[in-house]
């Protein structure tokens, strides 16, 4: 089963260059946009196939994802293993189930995430299933740009693509002292 390419990013525009903040706060030269990989159908429920191929020995029977940048590939995941889907939302700063949205008690969650570099928004969706008394039983995402074979050990964890991309604390940025405009394109603004 092929597994994702930087190419394949490349190729539908999803893999930037320039001087982009990181919803983790840190600057990079690259981002990678998962949204444009995602809006092809095919290429999403490919994608959702691979990452549930390399993580249903973890038996989960709920799949949870941070909005908005995991709810295509958490979806996607969730339809492959053929468990129910539902997603955490930033409301008043803190991340939360809405909409209706309860984790039963005693359930088995895979979190997926499109792109995780310090892993800080899943930690969130983490806690989220854990408040209200679900187990995570493992972690998924498309990119793991993070630089650690599994962020969130001792838990099961995969990707599909993983990429070494730096990324600089804002007051250690060779971009910003370049001068370099710096672009915010992910969703939390």
Sequence with gaps: MQAVSLEDMAAVGAYL???FVLSSGLHSPNYLQCAL???????AEAAGRQLAARLKHVAPNLVVSPALGGVIIGH???????VRFFFTERWEGKM????????????????VE?????GGSTREVMAV???????VVGVGAIVNRSGS??????LPFASLLSVNIPTYPPEACPLCQQGLPLEKPGSRR
């Design 17 to 19: 260059s320039g001087h």
């Design 37 to 43: 990989y995602l809006a092809s159908p095919p290429a």
């Design 149 to 154: 074979d599994n962020p969130f050990a001792p």
């Design 129 to 135: 299933v854990e408040e209200q008394g679900g187990t």
């Design 96 to 111: 939360t189930l809405r909409r209706g949205f309860a984790v039963p008690a005693q359930a088995r969650v895979l979190v």
């Design 114 to 118: 499109d792109v995780v570099t310090t």
């Design 76 to 82: 996607e995941v969730a339809r492959a293993l053929g």
